[in-house]
């Protein structure tokens, strides 16, 4: 029997395809319709969820408050939840992690990027558990973008903001088939992926939960 996953703030599913490949049944939880989340879905406040069945629990709790995309007046308008989330993790006593960006507040956290699965983006991401996670060998090289590592962000353009706008230059590709690729998703929209981890993040990290639980047991 493949043990039950409950992802928190689950949006459409980056994480959620990677622990399903890891080895879990996934249940899918966010406050708006997700009408791509490729798992079961339950549309309520992800802190209200019952998780009495859950043998782990992921949570993607939101972003925008720590994100370097969001400007510094505008930060204050969006929730921190990481607080609220982790005391709800730490009362069901299951296996958990929570994945955030660089700067959210996280205790002791393991950091991914992109380059460490041979994905075409960076995409730096935090992430705290209650299990003792390691971490992939990290490459000796720094990714750049540009170079070989495309922007999903925004509409995905870094132009330089100096002189004649009709030298303003897209230094990757912008189209939504590369950002799929670069991902490695390919059932996401625009806006979709923007806010989506690689599901190779959650697989790997997903196996660590699954021989957890599976040494426990």
């Known amino acids: 029997m493949r043990p039950l996953l409950v992802e928190l703030f689950c949006g459409a599913g980056g994480a959620s395809m990677g622990l399903h490949r890891a080895g879990f049944d996934v249940v899918g939880v966010d406050h708006v319709p997700q009408p791509r989340y490729p798992f079961d879905f339950v549309q309520m406040d992800a802190l209200e969820y019952p998780l009495d069945a859950a043998a782990a629990v992921w949570a993607s709790s939101p972003c925008q408050r720590f994100s370097v995309a969001t400007t510094a ?34 205790e002791s956290p393991l950091a991914l990027r992109g380059d460490m699965f041979g994905l075409g983006v960076i995409r730096s991401r935090r992430f705290e558990s209650n299990v003792l996670l390691m971490s992939p ?24 903001r100096r002189g004649d706008p009709s030298t303003w230059t897209k230094p990757y590709p912008t189209d939504i088939a590369s950002w799929r690729e670069s991902m490695g998703i390919d059932w996401m929209v625009r806006w ?12 790997y990290l997903g196996r660590q939960l699954i021989r957890y639980i599976e040494r426990a047991a």
Not at 77 to 105: M, Y
Not at 192 to 203: D, M, T
């Open 73 to 106: 007046a505008s930060r204050s308008g969006h929730p921190d939840l990481i607080e609220a989330t982790r005391a709800r993790l730490r009362d069901h006593g299951s296996p958990w992690i929570i994945e955030n960006v660089p700067a959210a507040p996280l």
């Open 137 to 160: 060998e990290m490459p000796r090289a720094k990714p750049r973008l540009g170079e070989g590592y495309v922007c999903v962000a925004g509409n995905g353009m870094n132009r330089s």
């Open 192 to 203: 979709e992926l923007v806010q989506a981890i690689p599901p190779a993040y959650a697989e």
